[in-house]
């Protein structure tokens, strides 16, 4: 029979188990804030990739009030970990303007391209206004 003392230290060691997979498991380098790289001072769109699992949000670059625009789409991700190769499933540029983007991670950069468009990204901050 198990005694009480036994169930505790189950239970502590399964919750010690899965507080330390979290903690190794950084998830996708693609996670976080990716900034639009403008060429000029403007802030253009931003994505946030989520770390542990497979979901985009795009915020289009501030409009003059301060708020912004979100891109539809199917708002997905996927990353190739071995080759760095990433595509985004989502209207970047708003509607009918492509809606599959793919490129590759390089460091602390990154560029999609959809058609003859290409856009650059950098790791940086969440957009403003949320």
């Known amino acids: 029979m198990i005694n009480l003392r036994n169930l505790l230290l189950l239970a502590l060691l399964a919750v010690t188990a899965v507080a330390f997979t979290s903690c190794v498991d950084p998830g996708s380098p693609m996670g976080g804030s990716w900034n639009q790289i403008t060429g000029t001072d403007a802030d253009g769109m931003t994505i946030d990739f989520e770390a542990h699992g497979n979901k985009v949000s795009v915020h289009f670059a501030p409009r003059p009030d301060g708020g ?26 708003g509607h009918d303007k492509g809606d599959t983007w793919t490129g590759k991670l390089n460091g602390e950069t990154l560029e999609l391209g959809a058609a003859d468009t290409v856009l650059k990204f950098k790791r940086g901050k969440a957009a403003q206004g949320h």
């Open 68 to 93: 912004h625009d979100h891109a539809a789409g199917e708002l997905t991700y996927t990353y190739d970990d071995e080759t760095k190769a990433v595509t985004v499933k989502a209207e970047l540029l």
